[in-house]
C-alpha cells in the first residue's frame, strides 16, 4: 500500500506539469482561417474544439472526460494529428457563422487545454439578437449569402422591410428559402422567429426543420388568425422545437393558398438569439 502511495506521488508532478499546447488563429473570417498548433505531444492526436463563448463547459466523454474546458460550450470537434515537433497547421474553410466563435485545443495525450481564442475577422451580423445569432445573415443584407433557394419565385428586395434594408419575397408555394444554423441546443435559444408579411388574408406559409441527430419536423403557419394581410408579424417556433437536440437544416415555405391577390410572403429579421 506504501509503494502504490509512493508511485501515486511521484506521478502527480508529472501529469501536473506538462505543457499545454499553444493554440495561433490567423487569415481571415469569413474565408480561409490559419490555425497553427505547437507544444502539442509529438505525433500524439488532438482535439480541435469550437464553442459560443467562453466558459467552463465540462467534456462529457472521451479520454479526458470531466476535464473543464474554456468554452461556455461545445458545438463542433474535430480531430487531428501532431507531427514529431508538436505541431500542426490547419487552414480550413470559415462561413460567416463561424467568425463570432472561439477555438481551443485538448492535447488527449496530456488532457491540457491551450487558451480559448477567438476566431478572427468581423463579427457575424446578430441582427436584432442581443448576443448571438445562430443564423448567418438573419436580414439579408448580403443577399442570398448563407441560403439556399429552390429558384421558383424569389426576390431579393427593398420594397418593403422588417429590419435593416432588404427582405426576401417568396412569391410561390413551391419557393423556399433554406439555411443552416449554427449547431446550437435548443435549450440555448432564447428565440426561433423572424419577420413574416402577406398582403392575402388567407395565405398558408410551411416551415420545415432538421435536427442535428437526423430528425424533422415541420409548421404550418396559416395567415388567417395569425398574420393580419399587410402587416409584419413574427413567426415563431421556438415551442414546437425539441428543447433536447440541436437545429441543423431551416426551409421557409412561401405562399400557398389564398385568394386572387398576388402570392407573396415577405420573410425577414431571423433571431434565433442565444
Known amino acids: 500500500m506504501r509503494t502504490f502511495a509512493a508511485l501515486i506521488l511521484l506521478t502527480l508532478p508529472t501529469l501536473a506539469s506538462a505543457a499545454p499546447p499553444v493554440l495561433d488563429i490567423g487569415g481571415s473570417c469569413p474565408g480561409m482561417l490559419n490555425i497553427d498548433i505547437t507544444e502539442a505531444t509529438a505525433e500524439g492526436s488532438v482535439w480541435v474544439l469550437i464553442g459560443p463563448g467562453e466558459g467552463l463547459w465540462a467534456l462529457p466523454g472521451g479520454p479526458c472526460a470531466g476535464v473543464a474546458t474554456g468554452l461556455s460550450d461545445v458545438s463542433h470537434v474535430f480531430s487531428a494529428g501532431a507531427d514529431g515537433a508538436g505541431s500542426l497547421s490547419l487552414s480550413p474553410s470559415a462561413p460567416a457563422g463561424v467568425c463570432s466563435r472561439y477555438f481551443q485545443v485538448l492535447d488527449l495525450a496530456t488532457c491540457t487545454l491551450s487558451d480559448a481564442v477567438p476566431a478572427t475577422g468581423a463579427p457575424v451580423d446578430a441582427g436584432g439578437c442581443p448576443g448571438l445569432n445562430a443564423m448567418a445573415n438573419p436580414s439579408f443584407e448580403d443577399g442570398l449569402t448563407d441560403w439556399n433557394v429552390s429558384g ?73 388568425g395569425f398574420a393580419p394581410a399587410g402587416e409584419w408579424v413574427t413567426a415563431d417556433i421556438l415551442p414546437f422545437l425539441d428543447p ?31
Open 244 to 274: 433536447s437536440k440541436s437545429v441543423s437544416r431551416l426551409r421557409v415555405y412561401g405562399f400557398s393558398g389564398g385568394d386572387a391577390t398576388p402570392d407573396s410572403v415577405l420573410i425577414d429579421d431571423f433571431r434565433f438569439c442565444y
Open 152 to 224: 421558383f419565385g424569389e426576390e431579393w428586395t427593398d420594397r418593403d422591410v422588417a429590419a435593416g434594408s432588404y427582405s426576401m419575397d417568396l412569391t410561390s408555394g413551391g419557393s423556399y428559402v433554406e439555411s443552416f444554423p449554427s449547431l446550437t441546443p435548443v435549450s440555448s435559444l432564447s428565440s426561433a422567429s423572424w419577420q413574416w408579411k402577406s398582403e392575402d388574408s388567407g395565405a398558408i406559409s410551411s416551415v420545415q426543420w432538421d435536427y442535428s441527430d437526423g430528425s424533422s419536423d415541420s409548421y404550418l403557419f396559416f395567415s388567417d
